[in-house]
């Protein structure tokens, strides 16, 4: 009896000592963060970019790039993952100002240049100051979302909370406890988590196109998950699937870039379902049969 009662309490005090150390440590996991000295000069071959910062209300500075286009159509706001920097993402850029976009792109706290404590009520605040000044330079409908990764689950609180043309995620989560749970599913990670990220959630209350893109092949978000999401609003979402793409190669992939000319070029038109097939249905073998 004194054994298994040994064998209990020790289980028990390895089950605190592995939450407490989870609850302090998940920012370690989440985020893998480049960090940037003050004087860092950003560079690009053939893209001319603006620096700036942002003051937050709490004291933190929010740095970022805008990336220009000739004659832009609109801006793309791009919310990148959770590892390095603006200083590599900008490489992305791109895709979107080659099509005649301004793309901004930020780094969120503890990133880069940017400062502050990171949690995800400071974060969300932060993405929504800068969404704010988008607004005042240009009207929404010429506002793009662009979230990858972790930066989706960001970008669809946005669209939830403002009127965008359009929300494009790219292997998008559906909720970073989800993700979490598949790795630790022992542990009380509703507790526990301090990013949950409730991207389902948040896509309830989106009201402009979204537009999800996933590789079959990601391995750390699987391609499923998009298929769930994109069943949260149907009649507002498109789901675009690159065969055999991973987590982190879809831009070598001749299909995505198809895929993103499409979605950003393109003006949605509405079907005229008259006189379609959409309300004649299959008979079952057995009407058939009294018929």
Partial sequence: ?????????????????????????????????????????????????????????????????????????????????????????????????????????????????????????????????????????VSEKYIILYGRSMGSGFAAKLASMNNPRMLILDAPYYSLSKVAKKYIPFMPLSLLIKFPMPTYKWLKYVNCPIHIIHGTDDRLIPYKTSVKLSKIKPELTKLYTVIGGGHKNLNTFESYHKMLTEIITTRPKKVNLEGSSINVKHSSKRANAKA
């Fill in 1 to 137: 009896m004194q054994n298994w009662l040994y064998i209990l309490l020790t289980v028990l005090v390895a089950y605190i000592v592995i939450s407490v150390l989870l609850y302090f440590l998940q920012d370690y996991f989440l985020f893998k963060p480049e960090k940037l000295s003050k004087d860092f000069q950003f560079y690009y071959n053939n893209q001319e970019i603006e620096e700036y910062n942002i003051e937050t209300r709490d004291g933190a500075t929010i740095n970022g790039l805008r990336f220009k286009a000739d004659n832009p159509k609109g801006i793309v706001f791009y919310l990148k993952g959770n590892s390095k920097s603006i200083k590599g993402w900008g490489k992305f850029a791109v895709d979107f100002t080659r099509h005649g976009y301004d793309v901004i792109m930020v780094d969120y706290r503890g990133f880069g240049k940017s400062t502050g404590r990171r949690t995800q009520k400071a974060v969300k605040r932060d993405m929504q100051v800068i969404y704010n000044k988008l607004k005042e330079k």
